[in-house]
């Protein structure tokens, strides 16, 4: 039985079943992203929810697996070298499991660095952007007299959703054909724009037709929606 009695974070969330990957996460539209994954690819876990509403992740638990202080991380018993290995920002879990996995990243050069360039359009583009319009049009952010910040956010979230409207016609997934991480990066944000945040009519998002076709293919798979629900609230 593996020993992760090393990481302090298992002493604020004791591992049931010290020899599955250990997920740290809230169904946020970062922390979907791997329980996403994990769900897809069938690979044994145990969920932990952290509760981002009542700041668990800035506890020092939290915090010795990733000073910053942000959802998702894991602790895999089995990393490389069949040593457990930490690890936090949830991109960078993704190209970890579907590497780990063999599944969702392709092996041809070529493709796999075309599918990791759309996984960090979302890290760098989608996430900010979607997550700033989301502040500014339904949480304290709307309150702001001076509309500049929200219309800026607004403005470069139709534009990013374009740019996905551009790649995705013609194509049933990110890379075509493939399903892949790209496409469990950015479902989970896309839904969260026009649900959760309740922007789709700001961002004209009854426009696009190649991005909703894509968002109903992803949440028509079992695994995209049981993965949505980890960790339960």
Known sequence: MAD?????ITQRWPAQHPD???????PTPNGVKVSILLEETGLPYEAH?????????????FLSLNPNGKIPAILDPNGPGSKPLALFESG???VYLAEKTGQFLSTDPVARYETLQWVFFQMAAVGPMFGQLGFFHKFAGREYEDKRPLERYRAESERLLGVLETRLTGRDWIM???????????LGWVRNLIGFYGAGELVHYAKLTAVPAWLERG???PAVQRGLEIPAR
């Not at 599955?20 to 809230?26: D, G, K, T, V």
């Open 4 to 8: 992760l009695s090393a990481f302090p």
């Open 20 to 26: 599955r990957l250990q997920l740290y996460s809230w």
């Open 49 to 61: 929810s952290v509760n981002i509403g009542q700041n668990e992740t800035w506890g020092p638990e």
């Open 92 to 94: 960078a879990i993704l």
């Open 176 to 186: 075509g054909d493939d399903y892949t991480i790209a496409d469990i990066a950015l």
């Open 219 to 221: 949440l028509a798979r």
